[in-house]
Nanobody, 120 residues
Framework: QVQLVESGGGLVQPGGSLRLSCAAS????????MGWYRRAPGKQRELVAT???????NYADSVKGRFTISRDNAKNTMYLQMNSLKPEDTAVYFC??????????????WGQGTQVTVSS
């Protein structure tokens, strides 16, 4: 019932910046936790950062101090500002959202992913 669409990925040089967006649409009563995850070539999907509806955040150690997660609850949209990018940040980045689409009805959905490539 909930669709998540990521955007903002691309090719960037080491040290550069990108800003990812994730827009949620569909039948939504409320969105609780949203998060960014990534899967690098040959590796399992890993947590990048999460943010609660009240704005509490959690980051993977590998991105602390470089990435900033934020959200606009009115727009059901989440962002990931990525600075000082490194080649090891190359991955497909996925958006996740958990919430309710009706009273007592929960959802836990994923976007299709957006490619981020950090290379010179």
């Amino acid at each position: 019932q909930v669709q998540l669409v990521e955007s903002g990925g691309g090719l960037v040089q080491p040290g550069g910046s990108l800003r990812l967006s994730c827009a949620a649409s569909g039948v939504i009563l409320s969105i609780d936790t949203m998060g960014w995850y990534r899967r690098a070539p040959g590796k399992q999907r890993e947590l990048v950062a999460t943010i609660t509806r009240s704005g509490s955040t959690n980051y993977a150690d590998s991105v602390k101090g470089r990435f900033t997660i934020s959200r606009d609850n009115a727009k059901n949209t989440m962002y990931l500002q990525m600075n000082s990018l490194k080649p090891e940040d190359t991955a497909v980045y996925f958006c996740n959202a958990q919430g309710s689409w009706a009273v007592g009805r929960r959802f836990d959905d994923w976007g299709q992913g957006t490619q981020v490539t950090v290379s010179s």
